[in-house]
């Protein structure tokens, strides 16, 4: 069997000090080389925090990460500076945020957002690879997207344009942070479909932190479930959804619309 890219190992996080409040206990998993993988659960469950601290990027200095480990090829993400964490997001670890204006700026162009997220091949080069990363995201004439500001994209176009953007530097892994939350309910399929189809194409791993388990059923192939601060079931997405061993997972499972 392969060995996974990420190992993140009994991970407890809390907020504040006087008392510490801990929101995360002894959280672990596994994700392996180009695998979609999901973290679901209700909100508060503590998902994003556990993400968010694999980055480097819990709000700081009211949340503290208590214990454990997350292994990226071996390198405790959990022990780096923020010097070395700089070199891994956005490079070996890119985020998609729910929020797409999170990860873009309104005032300039797509062009000059995306070229900047590959600084290293000339820019006729990378430009080409823009172009045809757009075209694989589904945008029949990526010039006027180029040309473009994010106002004047939908959500769902603004999404896709953050998928291109977290996969033209050949990321190992994508963190997808509710992704299509924010979006309809059709434009959510398509912007999953993309993330998926793309993410295989390029054999680049995706962590899904997601409240539905319809998107876990549909896209994933390996789930934890996530509860009050807790992994309390994890495995091959089809397993779990057809023989849930717990009864907060049966109820997660209930509430896929039919
Ligand atoms: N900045 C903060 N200060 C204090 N507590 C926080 C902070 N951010 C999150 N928490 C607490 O940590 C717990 C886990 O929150 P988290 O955001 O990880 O949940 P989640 O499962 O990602 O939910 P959502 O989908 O709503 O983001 C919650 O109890 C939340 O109240």
Do not use: W
Request: with cysteine; glycine share 6%.
């Amino acid at each position: 069997m392969n060995e996974p890219i990420l190992s993140v190992e009994n991970v407890s996080v809390a907020f504040g000090v006087s008392p510490p409040k801990q929101v995360t206990f002894d959280v672990s998993f596994e994700i392996f080389p180009g695998e979609f993988f999901a973290l679901v659960g209700e909100s508060g469950s503590g998902k994003s925090v556990t993400s968010m601290s694999l980055l480097g990027l819990l709000p700081r200095p009211s949340a503290k990460v208590i214990s454990g480990s997350a292994k990226f090829h071996g390198m405790d993400l959990l022990k780096m500076s923020t010097k070395e964490l700089q070199q891994i997001r956005g490079k070996k670890i890119a985020v998609i945020f729910q929020e797409p204006m999170q990860a873009l700026d309104p005032v300039r162009t797509i062009k000059s957002q995306l070229l900047e997220a590959i600084p290293k091949i000339p820019p006729k080069e990378a430009l080409e690879k823009i172009r045809s990363f757009l075209k694989s995201a589904g945008f029949a004439d990526p010039e006027r997207v180029l040309n473009g500001y994010p106002c004047e994209m939908s959500g769902g176009m603004l999404q896709r344009i953050c998928i291109v953007m977290a996969l033209i530097p050949e990321p190992e892994l994508i963190i997808a942070d509710e992704p299509t939350t924010a979006l309809d309910v059709t434009v959510q399929a398509a912007v999953l479909a993309v993330l998926k189809r793309m993410a295989q194409e390029s054999k680049t791993a995706v962590l899904l932190i997601t409240h539905n388990m319809g998107l876990v059923a549909q896209y994933t192939e390996r789930v934890a479930v996530m509860h009050l601060g807790r992994i309390v079931e994890t495995g091959k997405s089809r397993d779990v959804i057809l023989q849930p061993q717990e009864a907060y997972t049966q109820k997660l499972i209930a509430a896929i619309p039919r």
